[in-house]
T-cell receptor, first 119, second 110 residues
Framework: GAVVSQHPSWVICKSGTSVKIECRSL??????MFWYRQFPKQSLMLMAT?????????EQGVEKDKFLINHASLTLSTLTVTSAHPEDSSFYIC???????????????FGQGTRLTVV | GQSLEQPSEVTAVEGAIVQINCTYQ??????LSWYQQHDGGAPTFLSY????GLEETGRFSSFLSRSDSYGYLLLQELQMKDSASYFC???????????FGQGTTLQVKP
């Protein structure tokens, strides 16, 4: 299957600092990527849809000024958590769909996830 | 909006068969998917149904009934490594984004 790489896999940062998370599609081009957040023992909550060459589309309740998304190329989307606070500590996961195989709507490929801890 | 319901926990023994149900409410339907997630890991794709019926992939099968807004994941010949969380998800719009259920924690016992 297609490969999505996410970096870093874990990060610890001080409260008030910013953290950038990268999501790369390694063997396919992704005009659209998705960012999810998952708290312990909970489901994946969609934060935003990252669109190559245009602004991201944020889900209701997600602060776009706090979670900056940039999708500057067909293989890279970044999520920057600005002025991080302890309540932002979570597991952040990106995904992308490949237009190969059974069609673009059938299978999403996920990055490894980034565990963010804000202290 | 969209919502999905699935049981929070299921326990079964090795070698058994377990079925995880999922009911959904969605405006527009773009398929029902199933993902497995082990503790600390990322979700991995298991199965997808766009049309009614059964899809079989090895030990895992998934079923969909669009008229009932219902689907299930069937796991056969359970192994200890199948202990994980299982999420059903529906596609939302034609952008490819997914809305996930709350997840079912499967515990496989010897």
């Amino acid at each position: 299957g297609a490969v999505v790489s996410q970096h870093p896999s874990w990060v610890i940062c001080k409260s008030g600092t910013s953290v950038k998370i990268e999501c790369r599609s390694l063997d396919f081009q992704a005009t659209t990527m998705f960012w999810y957040r998952q708290f312990p023992k909970q489901s994946l909550m969609l934060m935003a849809t990252s669109n190559e060459g245009s602004k991201a589309t944020y889900e209701q309740g997600v602060e776009k000024d706090k979670f900056l998304i940039n999708h500057a190329s067909l293989t890279l989307s970044t999520l920057t958590v600005t002025s991080a606070h302890p309540e932002d500590s979570s597991f952040y996961i990106c995904s992308a769909r490949s237009n190969r195989g059974r069609g673009s709507l059938s299978e999403a490929f996920f990055g490894q996830g980034t565990r963010l801890t804000v202290v | 909006g969209q919502s999905l319901e699935q049981p929070s926990e299921v326990t079964a023994v090795e070698g058994a068969i377990v079925q995880i149900n999922c009911t959904y409410q969605t405006s527009g339907f773009y398929g029902l998917s199933w993902y497995q997630q082990h503790d600390g890991g990322a979700p991995t794709f298991l199965s997808y149904n766009a049309l009614d019926g059964l899809e079989e992939t090895g030990r895992f099968s998934s079923f969909l009934s669009r008229s009932d807004s219902y689907g299930y994941l069937l796991l056969q010949e359970l192994q200890m490594k199948d202990s994980a969380s299982y999420f059903c998800a529906v596609g939302s719009g034609n952008t490819g984004k997914l809305i996930f259920g709350q997840g079912t924690t499967l515990q496989v016992k010897p």
